[in-house]
């Protein structure tokens, strides 16, 4: 496969990359290229801002989640134009935003889950972002050391953010190209007003934003000319055009098979608004294929669930952000409640985990939710954040007894479970956990995933073309749940666990 491509990378966190990359994307689109973007590593913020100012839906590329074939699998993909939302035109360029800084990974001692690494992969030429607020010739070093870090890396071209003035940007430059031997494509001035305000977890959602588009509007705007007015953008796609052609595998071995039996369709609900919107357009599209049909819904503003649902799917966001909003919404709060009484199939990540308990507490507040799961989910000011690895003890809605997963955990919260006898009572399934975590904290104790009926909810997110069982188990247990709705255990009854 024959596709420009260029790697935008930091050399640290909060560099700059997302809002240049913003830019870029938006003034090649300007210019009437179809350009696809991507995002290394598990971040969901990122991609939907790629996604809302391209035009394309942005696709997430992760070096420990997935193999170097499902890596080059996802872009291949994504550039041809045959997922959905790009409306089947291919891709003329690609331009993938990185994470943190080009050679921060899971180890010290090797690359994996590194910017540097799906570079490699993806035989991608890098452009170097480095901030320059406080430095000159110093940016020579840096630079100088990135190159000769990896050499399998290739740097092939700088720019330069936050720079104070013409001569401190010149100044910067000439040390880059003459220390460093590759060219400086921009120099961006230090400016206040291209932020895109910060929360807890990172950037305001591009779903948010969109709520408030008069304002941020004006800021996409001012992003794209800055850009425009200080990279060379030629120069730029002569990056991207010198990387070489991409080997792909043979389409047999592929995850994304459109090769599916054709099988009942089976809808599901998919919350999605400022409070959900945490998905990998992957595991939607995985979805689909496997035969899923999505309907999307809001929480936050309708008061039932879409008609002909089998299943709903409560991805992650900032519900303890929309908490009251929430709770001023009990009609689908009681909606909810009533299809898990009634064994339909639900499965909730992180925010959507919250959702399901009794109550949210947030800034001093209690807030009531759905009531599904017994006891509540407490914002703190610990940060979780890594890798996980687990292994379901029991079949559940997503997978069976014994399989393993990698997946990620991002959240400010703890659940805390109500004490007590969990066996059924008063009319309530028992509560377990579905996932021992080998890596990861999980839920309680080294345990995650919640289950009780048809209901999953857990704090790890998977991603679908990394646990490649996911759709297909899913769907399945969805059509399985269809006919027989007096089996309401998820899974084999003789392995569950209680809670705890």
Same mark, same amino acid.
């Given at each position: 496969m024959n596709i420009p491509r260029v790697l935008v990378a930091g050399d640290r966190s909060s560099a700059g990359k997302t809002t240049v990359c913003i830019g870029l994307l938006s003034a090649l689109r300007e210019r009437g290229l179809e350009v696809q973007g991507f995002k290394v590593g598990l971040d969901y913020i990122d991609p939907g801002f790629h996604t809302?100012?391209?035009?394309?839906?942005?696709?997430n590329l992760d070096g420990f989640l997935m193999s170097p074939e499902v890596v080059k699998e996802i872009f291949a993909r994504a550039c041809s134009g045959a997922n959905r939302g790009t409306g089947g035109s291919a891709a003329e360029v690609a331009v993938v935003e990185g994470v943190r800084g080009l050679y921060e990974g899971l180890n010290y001692a090797d690359d994996v889950g590194s910017t540097a690494q799906v570079a490699k992969i993806?035989?991608?030429? *890098?452009?170097?972002?480095? =901030?320059?607020g406080s430095i000159t010739r110093s940016v020579a070093a840096l630079v100088s050391g990135y190159q000769s870090f990896d050499p399998e890396v290739q740097i092939s071209g700088v720019i330069l953010n936050r720079i104070g003035s013409e001569r401190h940007g010149e100044k910067a430059a000439k040390a880059v190209e003459k220390y460093c031997g590759v060219k400086v494509l921009g120099r961006i001035p230090r400016r206040s007003d291209l932020g895109i305000s910060m929360r807890?977890?990172?950037?305001?959602?591009?779903?948010?934003?969109?709520?408030?588009?008069?304002?941020f509007k004006s800021v996409l705007e001012r992003i794209?000319?800055?850009?425009?007015?200080?990279?060379? &953008?030629?120069?730029? &796609?002569? *990056?991207?055009?010198?990387?070489?052609?991409?080997?792909?595998?043979?389409?047999?071995?592929?995850?994304?098979?459109?090769?599916?039996?054709?099988?009942?369709?089976?809808?599901?609900? *998919?919350?999605?608004?400022?409070?959900?919107n945490f998905y990998y357009q992957d595991t939607l599209d995985l979805l689909a294929l496997a035969g899923a049909e999505l309907v999307f819904f809001s929480p936050l503003r309708e008061k039932k669930l879409p008609a002909g649902v089998a299943a709903v799917f409560l991805g992650g966001g900032f519900p303890e952000i929309y908490a009251e909003e929430l709770a001023?919404?009990?009609?689908?709060?009681?909606?909810?409640?009533?299809?898990?009484?009634?064994?339909?199939v639900i499965y909730a990540e992180c925010g959507g985990l919250m959702y399901l308990m009794k109550t949210i507490e947030y800034g001093g507040g209690s807030f009531e939710m759905c009531g599904v799961l017994d006891g509540s989910a407490r914002f703190t000011e610990k940060r979780v954040v890594n890798y996980v690895e687990g292994e379901f003890r029991s079949d559940c809605v997503v997978g069976r007894r014994g399989e393993r997963f990698k997946g990620?955990?991002?959240h400010h919260s703890e659940i805390l479970l109500e004490d007590g006898d969990t066996r059924e009572e008063a009319g309530k399934e028992?509560?377990?956990?579905?996932?021992?975590? &080998?890596?990861?904290?999980?839920?309680? =104790?080294?345990?995650?995933?919640?289950?009780?009926?048809?209901?999953?909810?857990?704090?790890?997110?998977?991603?679908?073309?990394?646990?490649?069982?996911?759709?297909?188990?899913? *769907?399945?247990?969805?059509?399985?749940?269809?006919? +027989?709705? +007096?089996?309401?255990?998820?899974?084999?009854?003789?392995s569950r666990t209680p809670a705890g």
């Open positions: 809302l100012v391209s035009g394309r839906p942005s696709r993806l035989d991608c030429p *890098v452009v170097l972002l480095i =901030d320059a807890h977890l990172g950037l305001t959602t591009a779903t948010e934003c969109k709520e408030r588009w008069s304002d794209k000319k800055t850009v425009e007015q200080n990279v060379d &953008l030629e120069a730029f &796609l002569e *990056v991207a055009r010198s990387a070489s052609p991409l080997r792909t595998q043979p389409a047999g071995s592929r995850v994304f098979r459109a090769e599916r039996p054709k099988r009942r369709k089976v809808r599901v609900a *998919v919350a999605f608004d400022e409070a959900f001023s919404n009990p009609e689908m709060q009681h909606e909810i409640k009533a299809f898990y009484e009634r064994c339909g990620h955990e991002f028992e509560q377990r956990f579905a996932y021992k975590m &080998l890596r990861g904290e999980g839920i309680k =104790d080294g345990l995650d995933g919640l289950v009780s009926k048809n209901c999953l909810a857990s704090f790890a997110h998977l991603h679908a073309a990394s646990y490649t069982g996911f759709a297909e188990n899913f *769907v399945e247990s969805v059509r399985t749940a269809g006919k +027989s709705r +007096s089996k309401c255990g998820g899974g084999d009854s003789n």
